[in-house]
């Protein structure tokens, strides 16, 4: 079974649709090849992943 973005949300926390609306209009997918580090040690990192 397929799920979208709004059911793996809702998987994590239930919000309302305008909420999720929201914030997936600020988010871009990215993808990166295996290995590839996200984050480095003893650096702030504005940024954060959802792992699907």
Do not use: C, Q, W
């Amino acid at each position: 079974m397929d799920m979208d973005i709004y059911d793996i949300i809702d998987n994590i926390y239930k919000l309302p649709l305008t909420s999720k609306e929201t914030l997936l209009n600020e988010v871009t997918e990215v993808t990166y090849p295996k290995g590839f580090h996200l984050s480095l040690a003893n650096r702030k990192n504005s940024k954060f992943y959802l792992l699907l």
